[in-house]
């Protein structure tokens, strides 16, 4: 079974920068049956957003408008791994951050069934 697990997260003053790993494992990685891995947040009090997605079988990515020219997906699929590139990063961009496998890499959790167990992000001076 496919498990996945997020790494990277921290504690950042605003303006600086963090990468979070998302590494798969089990089941066949990024061979198996997901096509995409989105990376959501949840930050207290607040719904679960999505934030970027990349499709494993190509090139296709796509970010939320407020991470925009600041958050960089790419992937490994020799090191089964997802990374989100994120620079300037801002208070509001402060929650737990999840990883997820899903059929297609559109940044909706209905079409994400697998998920990691999170890595804090808190951004503050």
């Known amino acids: 079974q496919l498990q996945l697990v997020e790494s990277g997260g921290g504690l950042v003053q605003p303006g600086g920068s963090l990468r979070l790993s998302c590494a798969a494992s089990?089941?066949?990685?990024?061979?198996?049956?997901?096509?995409?891995i989105g990376w959501f947040r949840q930050a207290p009090g607040k719904e679960r957003e999505g934030v970027s997605c990349?499709?494993?079988?190509?090139?296709?990515?796509n970010y939320a408008d407020s991470v925009k020219g600041r958050f960089t997906i790419s992937k490994d699929n020799t090191k089964n791994t997802v990374y989100l590139q994120m620079n300037n990063l801002k208070p509001e961009d402060t929650a737990v951050y999840y990883c997820?496998?899903?059929?297609?890499?559109?940044?909706?959790?209905?079409?994400?069934?697998?998920w990691g167990q999170g890595t804090q992000v808190t951004v503050s001076s």
């Open positions: 997820a496998a899903g059929v297609i890499p559109v940044i909706s959790s209905i079409y994400y069934d697998v």
């Open positions: 089990g089941a066949s990685g990024f061979t198996g049956d997901y096509n995409a």
């Open positions: 990349i499709s494993l079988s190509g090139d296709a990515t």
